[in-house]
């Protein structure tokens, strides 16, 4: 995820003059000079860069060069480590490549949909599209298929529907859902989007985020969300984090009561959330109470599978706060 500022600035005129510059061949020479910021973004890049330099100087080569695809994987990885949008010549110069060498590949990871412009914006960020590449690949594949058994088995036991979900930007994406058995149920479907301030499954994987990361959340929530509703979440984060759950009542649809879990991995952190909308009705099989234990056994045995540990709360569990901008936590 990212770590690090991107340098702002840039202009459409950058582009135009990219590709007058790619046409006739001629390059931009490197800025001599650079912020603190800059260069920790370099980070990764520069060590690559550097591993490659030590191989060719000892005369280590290869078995099969694709510099263009070099190239591709550097821009990708750089804009991974930044938080604000950059323009080509601003890769470039973080690259230690000419203009001329990065412009063609940004194009081509920009037509492909890898990269984008935010709207009003002339600097480029990645899209969602290698999240949603990772979806299909086997870590995210691994998340949902050991989730799926522990989730049926817990919608029948406590007789209410179940969805997992993870950060996507600053919105959650529900991953895996099961149905409740009941008649009358309430259920999100799978591929579904919110954004995180605004859910349980969100706010609580804020909480469960590594700092860098949580610092960027609040930074890009910031720009959009008044200065009062990141205060408001800075401590309801802290809130969730100190008792490991997060329970609202009424948030999204009145009669739902959202309870969430953390899934933790070996590192103390939530790469998902197991949430049940409790539905009180006159069919209702299994206490509240005894259906926040269910819950919480469930996110507990994922987690386990995930290599984490999950702490067990203090039962019977408490509402953690009112919806995003409202008095107190």
């Known amino acids: 995820m990212t770590t690090a500022k991107r340098p702002s600035g840039g202009t459409g ?12 061949g001629a390059t931009k020479p490197a800025a001599k000079t650079a912020t603190a910021k800059t ?20 005369g280590e080569k290869p078995a099969y060069s694709a510099p263009a695809l070099e190239k591709g994987l550097d821009v990708l990885e750089l804009l991974a480590t930044l938080s604000e949008g950059v323009t080509p010549s601003q890769i470039a110069q973080q690259l230690g490549r000419s203009l001329q060498e990065v412009y063609r590949v940004v194009v081509a990871l920009e037509r492909r949909g ?5 709207p009003g914006e002339e600097s480029l960020v990645l899209s969602s599209k290698l999240h949603d590449l990772a979806y299909r690949y086997p870590p995210m594949r691994r998340l949902v ?5 522990v989730l049926n088995r817990v919608a029948i036991n406590a007789y209410q529907a179940f969805h997992l979900a993870v950060l996507d930007g600053l919105s959650i994406r529900v991953v895996a859902q099961v149905d409740s058995p009941a008649p009358l149920g309430f259920r999100l479907r799978v591929g579904t989007q919110n954004p995180a301030i605004r859910t349980a499954s969100g706010r609580l994987l804020i909480a469960y985020q590594p700092p860098a990361v949580q610092e ?52 103390g952190f939530a790469p998902a959330v197991l949430t049940m909308p409790f539905l009180a009705s006159s ?9 926040n234990r269910l819950l919480f056994e469930a996110a507990q ?11 067990p709360p203090r039962f019977p569990l408490v509402h953690t706060g009112g919806p995003v901008g409202s008095g107190g936590r």
């Open 13 to 24: 005129a950058d582009d135009q003059k990219m590709a007058a510059r790619a046409g006739r």
């Open 39 to 58: 260069v920790a973004a370099k980070g990764t890049s520069a060590k690559g860069a550097a591993l490659r330099a030590s191989k060719a100087a000892n």
């Open 114 to 118: 890898y990269i984008q412009r935010p």
């Open 145 to 149: 298929d050991a989730a799926r058994p």
């Open 216 to 267: 960027w959340l609040f930074e890009a929530i910031g720009q959009t969300a008044p200065k009062s509703e990141i205060e408001w979440l800075k401590r309801r984060i802290e809130v969730v984090r100190s008792v490991g759950y997060e329970m609202i009542e009424g948030e999204a649809l009145k009669g739902i009561t959202d309870v969430s879990f953390p899934i933790l991995n070996a590192d």
């Open 283 to 291: 069919t209702e099989k299994v206490p509240f109470d005894e259906a």
């Open 301 to 311: 045995t994922i987690t386990g599978l995930l290599g984490g540990e999950l702490t």
